[in-house]
């Protein structure tokens, strides 16, 4: 999906996104906590969501905007989860 809207605007990003750049506050909570939060009530794991989420807390903490990380580089960081 964001590929695509990427090739429709090279330009577009996120709300959350913009709230990095502009040093707010973020909806990470409401959107990768909710998930956290669903998957640990039926035991699943999401070590990924939760890197995310430690990422976009940090960036919030700092006002040094986005992260700017894909996937492979998220998985490589240790001890974010």
């Known amino acids: 999906l964001a590929r695509r809207m990427l090739a429709i605007d090279p330009q577009a990003r996120s709300s959350m996104w ?6 707010r506050p973020t909806e990470i909570g409401e959107l990768q906590g909710a998930v956290i939060r669903l998957a640990r009530q039926v035991g699943i794991p999401t070590p990924m ?5 430690a990422l976009v ?3 919030e903490a700092e006002k040094r905007g986005p992260p700017g990380l894909g996937p492979d580089a998220v998985s490589a960081i240790p001890g974010k989860v």
């Open 18 to 23: 913009d709230d990095l750049k502009r040093g």
């Open 49 to 53: 969501n939760e890197r995310v989420t």
């Open 57 to 59: 807390r940090e960036a």
